[in-house]
């Protein structure tokens, strides 16, 4: 993994707070997190993070325990929605897309920066989601991913709110619809749209799932086709010799396997899941495949996608008489982008990091902050605290082993980048 420290100027503890200076530019130095503990305001907000950490964890239950399956999270929105309010956030409201925002002033002038974290699971309706305590985890779908990054999230809010800091850049406080997969992104990618809260952006921190371990600063980048190849299909003995969809489809994923893959920057290549026929005794009229392309490096993905369609398209034309027909649909798209471990963004949250007793390390992942990286704007995803595991299934669990340590790293960070006025 990268590592990557901050200029030793900026850590100097007889420098004068740079939190006092002029608002930064994009590209400026933020001030070091723990400048930032000099002011009343950050102590206060930071005392009141340890203070509630009951009613932070309580809350992530009260968030896990409320179902937001794909495409409907209407009811975790309006508890998130509730809780900006509580927190005394300003212009609260919901967006096209169905992302919940709300807004704590700086110089209006100037871009905000976002903390956000996501509404959605990937648990079907009907799921049971109610959590179990069993010894000291928490245990039950979504309990880490993504609950714990909204119960930070509006801790977050809380305490900046009750401290009193003034951020020179606003904080916009967002918890997105659809990161996880069917998804696609749709809530970030409204956000930096066209029209978009965030399309002008000083910089993008998500908080996602738990731990104090990784920062991601590497988007890794995915498309996702269904390929569907339909015929005349016909009984399988009187019918036989009319082309097979299924057949021609194993002969597709037979040359998709054999597809040289750079291992740098790394790309892979995964048939996901395959269906069709209507029974035993039919040639199948359709069949389809489910392939997921993933790479770093958004040329290099392109070009597997590119051959990817060549080869399906060579592979699946019958030898004989028949005739098929092969489509192809787009199911998901996710850029590919990085912030550079140099970037202020990156310096605070590393800094942050080491405040509170964490050496982190630099990684690579898929979410949310894909698609500013891919803008070119600084973006990151960081866990929230405590310790995790068995994300995406009914035995995701959550321990609160220095669960408040990532709700301060998440305050530090956005205030380092954002700049605090002077305190009279």
């Known amino acids: ?166 951020p020179h850049h606003p904080l916009l406080f967002v918890g997105t619809v659809g990161e996880e997969g069917p998804g696609d992104l749709r809530g970030v990618k409204h956000l930096f749209g066209e029209n978009g809260a965030a399309r002008a952006c000083h910089g993008f921190i998500s908080l996602d799932g738990a731990g104090l371990g990784r920062i991601v600063v590497r988007g890794i980048g995915s498309i996702r086709l269904r390929f569907r190849l339909t015929g005349p299909g ?25 597809l040289p893959l750079p291992a740098t920057p790394r790309t892979t290549l995964t048939v996901a899941r395959w269906g069709g026929g209507r029974s035993i005794n039919s040639i199948p009229d359709e069949g389809w495949i489910e392939v997921d392309l993933r790479s770093e490096d958004g040329a290099l993905l392109a070009d597997l996608e590119r051959r990817v369609r060549r080869h399906m398209q060579e592979a699946t034309q019958p030898e004989g008489p028949g005739s098929l027909r092969l489509s192809v649909e787009e199911i998901g798209r996710r850029p590919a982008g990085a912030t550079e471990a140099h970037a202020p963004l990156v310096v605070a949250a590393l800094a942050a990091s080491r405040v509170i007793g964490t050496e982190p390390l630099l990684s690579s992942s898929s979410t949310d902050a894909n698609i500013p990286m891919s803008l070119g704007i600084p973006a990151l995803t960081m866990g929230a605290g405590g310790e995790g595991g068995r994300a995406h299934t009914m035995d995701e669990w959550y321990r609160n082993t220095r669960g408040p340590e990532g709700v301060v790293r998440a305050l530090l960070t956005c205030l380092a980048v954002a700049g605090v006025s002077p305190e009279p």
């Open 1 to 166: 993994m990268t590592r990557s420290d901050p200029d030793p100027s900026i850590s100097d503890p007889e420098r004068p707070p740079a939190c006092t200076d002029a608002p930064p530019g994009r590209g400026a130095r933020p001030a070091h997190p723990r400048e930032l503990l000099r002011l009343r305001s950050v102590r206060t907000a930071i005392d009141s993070i340890r203070r509630t950490d009951s009613r932070t964890l309580q809350e992530q239950v009260e968030i896990a325990e409320i179902p937001a399956p794909p495409f409907a999270e209407d009811a975790r929105a309006a508890h998130v929605e509730s809780g900006f309010r509580d927190a005394g956030l300003s212009r609260v409201e919901r967006d096209g897309a169905g992302n919940v925002l709300g807004l704590l002033p700086g110089e209006d002038s100037l871009p905000p920066v976002l903390l956000s974290a996501h509404l959605d699971t990937v648990f079907p309706a009907g799921t049971d989601s109610s959590i179990r305590l069993i010894g000291n985890c928490f245990t039950g779908p979504s309990i880490m991913d993504d609950s714990r990054g909204l119960a930070a999230l509006l801790a977050v809010a809380r305490s900046v709110v009750l401290g009193g800091a003034r």
């Open 234 to 258: 016909g009984h399988s003995w009187s019918d036989w010799g009319e082309p097979n969809p299924l057949h021609l489809l194993a002969r597709g994923v037979d040359a998709l396997t054999k």
